[in-house]
């Protein structure tokens, strides 16, 4: 199994992709729909270098997209299923 590993958000179209792992098989490559994966532990690492990046706190970044701050610092240590929604709203941040 290949699998593809994203590094930083960007603000650029096509954020929410930055942070998709697409797993691809050897059966998937013959024009199979690949599917996508959304790898909790590699993306939660993403969201944490962001912010740090950003310079933004952990509070900070729960309070605009309306989560409490222990429920985002979950989504940063991949502990909960984080969804294209949580990755768009951060990236806006």
Known sequence: MLKVNCSYLSLHT????????????LKQ??????FTVLENKTIGRNLYKFRKVNEKKASEVSDYIGITEAAYTKYERGETQITIDVIQKVAEC
């Open 14 to 25: 096509g954020i929410a992709q930055n942070f998709i792992a697409s797993s691809t098989t």
């Open 29 to 34: 490559q013959r024009m199979e729909p690949v």
